[in-house]
C-alpha cells in the first residue's frame, strides 16, 4: 500500500527496539473479548485506476450544470469560482495543516484567517467576526444561544417563517433539550416578515430575520432592529446569499447585532450541502459571548507583526462545560476559500456581480409576469423569488427535468399553503438564452 | 553530522491584502452582460464592502508567499497528539472535485442525485462494519458536531423513556469539547479521576452512577494512548442503572480491524473523518463526525436519512423518534468523498495494518525516548505516548521550550498541556504513515534537543529562531483585541 | 512563578481560602485577590466583575479573572451588596499583576454581615496555609 511506508525490515527493527516479538503482542492491554473475532468485510481495494473509474459512474449519475440549467438556489448556489481560488486553496500547506496551535509555524493560516475576518466583518457590516463555523443553519443556532447567554433570563425566541426552513429545523434540534421557546413570525402577503407578533412577548432575548429572506425578498432589518431594541432584545440577521450585500446595505448599517449565516456563495462548491461556510459577526461589546475561534494580531518579540489565536478562555478547551460553544473547529479551508474569494472580486468587482445576478433575476420576474405567471410577494428581491405556477404544474416540472431543465423548487413541502409555488433562482451562471428557454419552456 | 529538515530558507515577506493593491484593480473575469440593468430601489442600496483592489497577480503571490509561512503534513512529520496527522492521499482531493460531485445541488430530486447517495448509503455500511456498530449518520459537520448529536440522542432516549436525567460522568483525560456538547444538552459533568495506570475503574464509575445520570462520556483509546481495558465491566454498571455509553471515537485510528466496538458495551460512537480516515484538516476544518449506533437507538438518528429501495437512493424524514436536523442539508459530502475514496484505497486489510503500524510507531518512540523524558505512563501505548518535561525542570526548561525549539529542527511540535492530568504533557502520534527514518531523525532531535536543556538552555527559551516569527506576544493580544484590520 | 518568600502580603489585609483579599475601609470592605493568587494565574488579561447594586452571599462566585489560557472563578470573601466595581480594570487588566493590593482591586462590597470579615484569615494564617 503506498501510503504505509514500513518495509518488514522496518517493522523487525522496530519490533526489536520496542522488546515485542510480533505487531499482535502490542495489542496484549486489549481483553480478549473486546476483540473482532472476524475480518473486516469491505470491498476489494481499488488501485487509482479503478477509484478514477468508480467515483467518474457516481459523477455521472448526477445532475450538474453545465449540462442541466439549473434555476434554484434555496441555500445553495452555483457561483463561478475563479480558477485562482480553486488554485491557491489546493496549496497543501494551506489544506494539509491543523488548527493553527503552534503560531510561529502557522502564520500563514493565521494571517490568512485575520484577514477573513477583517473581510466578512465589511461585508456585513459588522465590528468583528469570527474564524468561521460549520455552515449557515449552525450558525443561525449559535447566534440564537449566544443572545440567550446575553440575555441571561429570558426565555423566548421570535424566528422568522421566512428564514431558510432547514436552518429553523437546525435551530429546533439544538433548542430542544433547553427550556427556551421559538416563537415563530409569519410573512406579511408582500413576502416579508411580520414584526407585530413582538408587541404581545414579554421575555424576549432576541429576533431573528433572515434578508434577504427565504423567498429572496429583502427584510427592513432596520425595522426588526429597531423593534427587538424597544423590547432589550437582540437583532439576529441571518442570510443565505451574502453576495447581496455586494449591492444592498448591509446588516451592520442597519443596526443588526449579530449578523450571521451561509457563505458557500463566495467561492465554493455547493457539492451536495457542504463543507459550506458559517459565517458570523457581532459588535464588538459582544465579542467574548461570540463562539467560535478567533484569529487576533499581535508582535513577536523582536516587535515584528504577527498573528495569533486569542480570546481563547471562551472557548471548550479551557472553560470545558462552561464555554460559549462546544465547537472545536472552524471551517477553516472554507474561509480562506471565501477569502481569496472576495480579494479576487475586490470592491468594484463584487459590485458589478452582485449587479449582473440582480439584473438577470429581473429579468427573468420580467419575462414570466409578460407570460402571465403570478409573483404573489411584492417586496424586492436578489437572485431568488417565488411564482405562481399553479397546482398543475409537477408534471411540467418534471417533463423539463427530463429535458435537462430544474424550474426551480417547489415550495408545499415547506410551506402548505403555497401550493403550485415555487422558488427559482438566476445567477451569473445563467444567461439570457439560458433563462429565454426555460420561459418559453413554461409559457 | 545529522541533518535535521529544519533550516532558515528564504521567506519572503508579505502585507496585509489590503495594504497591497490600487483604485481600479480587479482580479475577477465577469461574464458578458446580455441583460439591461434593471431599475433597484434606493432605500435598499447600499455601499458595497470596502474590499481592497488586487490585480490577480497580487492574489497569487499573496496566498503562494502566506503559505509558505505554514507547515503541513505535506511538508513535515506532525506528530499532533490525538490529532491523527497522517498523510491525506491526493487521489481524494481528485474524487471529491470530480465535477458530477462537486457541483451537485442538494435541493434537487433524489432521483438526479443517485451518484452521491450511493456514496453515502455505502460510506455509512463501511463505517458500521469497521465499528462494529449498527446504523450510522454522517451528517454530523466536525467531531464536536457529532458530540452534540450523541448527546441530543442520549436526551431523546430518556425523554422518549419519561425519565429525563440531569448528569453526564466526563473522565478527567477528555477533550474539552465532551464536556462542552454535554451542557448543551442541560448534562451536568461528574468529572471521575484515571487510576494511577491511566485507565477508568469499575468502582470509580461505580460510586458516581446513579438513576440522575445520563450516562458516561468514554474516549477509547483514551487521550493518555491507553486502551481503557476495563470498558465492558463499567458499561455494565452504567446500562443497569438505565444509562447509555458514549464512545468519543476520535482515536479509531488505533483499533480499525482489531476491536470491535459494536460488543463492548458502547451505545453511541462519533468518529473523526479527518482523523483516521485521512481527510485533510484544511488549518483547522471542515473536518466530518459522523455517528454510530447500537440498534436500539436508530430511531433517535438526524434526519434526513438515505434509504435504498429496490436498487435507488433516496432521503427520508420519515422517522418519529429523530433528534431532528443537525445540518442545513447532509453534512460535509465534499469530506465524505475523501474519506469513502481512502476506504476503497484501503481495502480491510490495509486499515488493519494502519492500525497496527501507527501502534507500532507510537511505542518505538516511546521506548527511544523514554530515558530523556519523563514517561507519564510506563506501560505499552496505543497510537500515542504521553511524556512531560519532569526531567528537564531542573534546567528551568519548559515542555514549551523544548517544543519551540523543535521547530528549529523542522518539526511540528506533539500537543501540549495535553491531557491536564499529566503537567507539562508532551503528546507525540506519529501515525502510520510515518516512516522509520524520519521517525529516527525525530527522536535524535528531541535527544539533541534534551541535551541543549541541559547544556545551553537559552537556546531553548530564546527559540524558535527558523521560523518567519518569533515567539508571540500572546497577552498583549487578549489585553487589547485587534481582531480585524 | 515565584517562591512564596517572594510574594508581598500586607498585614492589615484579609485573606480568603480561595486567595480573596478583603480590607475594611469605612462602612465598606474592599476585594481583590492575593499577591500568590495573581502569580499562580500568570499574567491577566481579562476580568468580569459584576454590576454595582448585585447581591451575593459570602462564598459565592462574583466574577472570573482570565489569563491567556486558564478562567478562574472569584468568590466574595463577605456577602453583601456591590457598592462599587473597579471598571479601570476593563482596559488595565495587568494592575491585578502589578498592584493586587492596591490599583487592583475588584469590588467594592456593603457587607450584610461584618463578623464574615473577622473569620476571614489574617496574613500569619495565610502564609502558613499557603506553605502547608
Known sequence: ???????????????????ADSVDDLFESIPVDCRRKHPLRLPESLSEWELNDHIDTLGADMAVSPDYRIFMGAGSYAHHIPAVVSYLLGRSEFATAYTPYQPEMSQGTLQAIFEYQTLTARLLGMKVANASQYDGASALAEAVLMAMRISR????????????????????????????????????????????PLDTMDDLAAVAVQSPNFFGCIENIETAAQRAHDKQALCIAAFSEPLAYGLLKNPGSQGADIACGEGQSMGIAPSFGGPALGMFATRMKYVRSMPG??????????????????????????????????ICTNNSLCALAAAMYMATLGKTGIRELARLN???????????????????????????????????FEKTHSRLAADNIIAGLSLEKYYPELSGHYLLCVTEMLTKDDIDRLVSAVR | MTEYPGTTGL?????????????????????????????????????????????????????????????????????????????????????????????????????????????????????????????????????????LAGMLIFYAYHKSRNAPRSKIIVPDTAHGTNPASAALCGYRPVPIKSSDQGVLTPEAVAAVMDEQTAGIMVTNPNTLGLFEENIRKIADIVHAKGGLVYGDGANMNAI?????????????????????FSTPHGGGGPGAG??????????????????????????????????????????????????????LSMGAENLKKASQLAVLNANYIKE???????????????????????????????????????????????????????????????TETEAKEDIDLFIESLKSIAAEARDNPELLHAAPTGCRRKRLDETTAARKPILTG | MKDVSELSFPDDFRYAESHEWARAEGDTVKVGISDYAQDQLGDIVFVELPETGESFDKGTEFGTVESVKAVSELYMPVGGEIVAVNSALEDAPEQVNNNPFSEGWMIEVKPQDTSELDALMDKEAYLTSLKG
Open chain 2, 256 to 276: 480499525m480491524g482489531i476491536v470491535h466496538m459494536g460488543q463492548i458495551g458502547i451505545d453511541v460512537l462519533h468518529l473523526n473523518l479527518h482523523k483516521t
Open chain 2, 11 to 147: 521567506i519572503l515577506n508579505e502585507p496585509l491584502l489590503w495594504e497591497k493593491g490600487k483604485q481600479g484593480r480587479s482580479g475577477f473575469s465577469l461574464p458578458r452582460r446580455d441583460v439591461a440593468p434593471q431599475p433597484l430601489s434606493e432605500t435598499l442600496a447600499g455601499d458595497g464592502p470596502d474590499f481592497p483592489q488586487l490585480s490577480e497577480v497580487d492574489v497569487v503571490r499573496h496566498y503562494t508567499r502566506l503559505s509558505q509561512w505554514n507547515f503541513g503534513v505535506d511538508t513535515g512529520m506532525y506528530p499532533l497528539g490525538s490529532c491523527t496527522m497522517k498523510y491525506n492521499p491526493k487521489t481524494n482531493e481528485r474524487q471529491a472535485a470530480q465535477p458530477g460531485l462537486a457541483r451537485a445541488h442538494p435541493m434537487l430530486d433524489d432521483d438526479l442525485c443517485q451518484g452521491s447517495l450511493l456514496l453515502m448509503y455505502d460510506l455509512e455500511r463501511f463505517l458500521v462494519e469497521i465499528t462494529g456498530m449498527d446504523a450510522a449518520t454522517l451528517q454530523p459537520a466536525a467531531g464536536a458536531h457529532g458530540e
Open chain 1, 358 to 392: 440582480y439584473d438577470r433575476c429581473e429579468y427573468l420576474k420580467a419575462e414570466l409576469r409578460d407570460a402571465g405567471f403570478t409573483l404573489p410577494f411584492e417586496q424586492s428581491t436578489f437572485n431568488e423569488f417565488v411564482v405562481d405556477f399553479g397546482k398543475n
Open chain 1, 293 to 326: 475561534r478567533i484569529v487576533g494580531q499581535t508582535v513577536d518579540t523582536d516587535g515584528r507583526r504577527g498573528f495569533v489565536l486569542t480570546l481563547a478562555t471562551r472557548e471548550q478547551h479551557i472553560r470545558r462545560e462552561k464555554a460559549t460553544s462546544n
Open chain 1, 153 to 196: 433570563r429570558k426565555k423566548q425566541v421570535a424566528v422568522s417563517r421566512a428564514i431558510h426552513p432547514h436552518y429553523r429545523r437546525v435551530l429546533e434540534t439544538y433548542l430542544a433539550p433547553t427550556d427556551y421557546e421559538i416563537v415563530p413570525l409569519p410573512y406579511l402577503p408582500g413576502g416579508v416578515t411580520d414584526l407585530d
Open chain 2, 368 to 430: 527511544r525516548l523514554k530515558d530523556t523524558f519523563h514517561l507519564a505512563y510506563d506501560r505499552p501505548c496505543m497510537h500515542e505516548c504521553v511524556f512531560s518535561d519532569k526531567l528537564q525542570q531542573p534546567y528551568k526548561v519548559t515542555t514549551l521550550d523544548i517544543v519551540k525549539r523543535l521547530m528549529d529542527y523542522g518539526f511540528h511540535p506533539p500537543t501540549i498541556y495535553f491531557p491536564l492530568v499529566v503537567p507539562g504533557a508532551l503528546m507525540i502520534e506519529p
Open chain 1, 1 to 19: 500500500m503506498r501510503y504505509l511506508p514500513h518495509t518488514p525490515e522496518d517493522v523487525d527493527a522496530m519490533l526489536k527496539a520496542v522488546g
Open chain 2, 290 to 343: 459522523p455517528v454510530c449506533v447500537l440498534k436500539h437507538l436508530e430511531p433517535f438518528l438526524p434526519v434526513p436519512r438515505v434509504i435504498k429501495e429496490n436498487g435507488r437512493y433516496r432521503l427520508s424524514e420519515d422517522f418519529e423518534y429523530s433528534i431532528g436536523r443537525l445540518h442545513a442539508f447532509y453534512g460535509n459530502v465534499g469530506v465524505l468523498v475523501k474519506a469513502y475514496s481512502y476506504i
